[in-house]
């Protein structure tokens, strides 16, 4: 290469580089960003929203219950608060929460006297066995097989965790100077007939105002059921759900030892890959969806069915419990607008962003229990059981780490769905 073309490729490095300055340098901010993350939860998730509620209440309707809605609000603000932080969400009259809800800001707690030292601990026995895809048959190199003992002894296997769908999180108290979440100790909880439709502002001593109009609802309620093949396997249905871009099922499980103690917990999740991602259990956007969807790490919108395979239900013949996830649409906010003239620069003072999804959850094979196992549905023939989820841990791992997590004495000890 003669000089003259090394000259004109180092003057047009130089020239895009520069570009790429100017670019970076057009868009600032923004001072706060609000995350707002709104579900539908049914059974188990319906009960525990259900006022005065409980099993006994869940009992006295067969087993089920109408469907909850649940909705979780974080302000994060790049300013400190002027004198005590202060925020407020003014909702629309349809979302039956009064004037306003306000978000409280964490308070950091005094350190406490050291924690005993635990001196009968026990090392955890038993193994998990991962299962995945919707199939007849596990197929082959089916299941991975974790020992929990050579796991607390630090033996982690390798390949266990993936990171193909990390947990999306622009606000937390980490990332901001002040932040400020809802629910909190204000004894208000959204309700099932609770619109989020309507104008919202949100007025806060730590960060600008912020307005912004929804036109999107909490998503409908899913409804599943499942019947056993004659294979052995499950298959699990059910219903369309407007606004859904893609699916994703799991299942918990488990096997009695010697003494009625678990020998053996089993896991399995709806993805072609092997995919145990926590964000699987998080709200994602629609374009994540999109993307897992193409890689078949998430069942599409159109999918109304999926196989748990017969080895799955042989290795856990004790219990178990299907979670169904149905990711939703995505509305985005932000003040001031981006301007029409691409060289100039892009002050942002905050951005605001709402995500939707429905989850609802059965156990199989329990016989006896309405609602809760097999049964009829007049959409498909069959009735479906009752769902089970619990309000979703705000934080921690989820998935399969959470669980695993929890086994060992740390992490959420459990999935972000809690089951």
Avoid at 44 to 63: D, I, K, N, T
Avoid at 168 to 195: A, F, I
Avoid at 238 to 261: C, D, E, R, V
Avoid at 315 to 321: E, I, V
Wanted: charged residues 20%; glycine residues 14%.
């Amino acid at each position: 290469m003669d000089k003259r073309s090394i000259g004109l490729l180092a003057l047009a490095g130089a020239v895009l580089a520069a570009a790429a300055g100017m670019v970076a340098a057009q868009t600032s901010g923004p001072i706060a960003r609000y995350e707002m993350r709104a579900g539908t939860t049914s059974g188990f998730g319906g009960m525990a929203g259900m006022r005065g509620g409980g099993m006994g209440a869940m009992m006295g309707m067969g087993g089920r219950s109408a469907p909850q809605h649940e909705l979780l609000l974080e302000l994060g603000s790049s300013r400190a608060a002027t004198g005590a932080p202060k925020a407020d969400h003014f909702m629309p009259a349809g979302a039956r929460l009064g004037v306003s809800v306000a978000l409280k800001s964490p308070v950091k707690a005094p350190d406490g006297p050291d924690e005993p030292e635990v001196r009968d601990f026990q090392r955890p026995k038993g193994r998990m066995l991962i299962f995945w895809g919707c199939s007849e048959h596990a197929p082959a190199g089916q299941p991975v097989v974790i020992d929990f003992a050579k796991l607390a002894a630090g033996q982690m296997p390798p390949g266990l965790w993936s990171s193909a769908v990390p947990r999306d999180r622009t606000v937390s108290p980490q990332s901001s100077k002040t932040y400020g979440s809802w629910p909190s100790d204000d004894g208000k909880s959204v309700k099932p007939e609770s619109s989020l439709l309507g104008e919202h502002r949100i007025a806060s001593s730590y960060a600008p105002p912020i307005s912004f109009t929804l036109t999107k609802d909490f998503m409908g309620a899913l409804s599943a059921s499942s019947m056993t093949q004659p294979s052995g396997a499950t298959l699990l249905r059910w219903n369309p759900l407007m606004g859904a871009t893609g699916f994703h099922a799991s299942l918990f499980g488990g096997k009695q030892g010697p003494g009625g103690a678990m020998a053996d917990i089993v896991w399995w999740s709806s993805s072609a890959t092997r995919e145990f991602g926590g964000g699987l259990s998080d709200w994602l956007s629609p374009a994540t969806v999109a993307r897992l969807v193409t890689s078949k790490t998430v069942l599409g919108p159109q999918i109304r069915t999926c196989l748990v395979p017969a080895e799955v239900k042989a290795a856990a013949p004790q219990f178990q419990m299907a979670t169904l996830s149905a990711y939703g649409p995505e509305e985005d906010f932000a003040f001031p607008p981006r301007p029409a003239d691409p060289k100039a620069p892009w002050k942002l003072e905050w951005t605001a962003r709402i995500r939707h999804r429905s989850t609802t959850s059965l156990f199989l094979g329990m016989p006896g229990m309405d609602g809760m196992g097999d049964g009829e549905d007049p959409r498909y023939g069959r009735r479906p059981p009752s769902d089970c989820q619990q309000k979703p841990k705000r934080r921690g791992l989820g998935g399969l780490g959470g669980l695993m997590g929890g086994m060992l004495g740390g992490g959420s000890g459990g999935d972000e769905n809690g089951c």
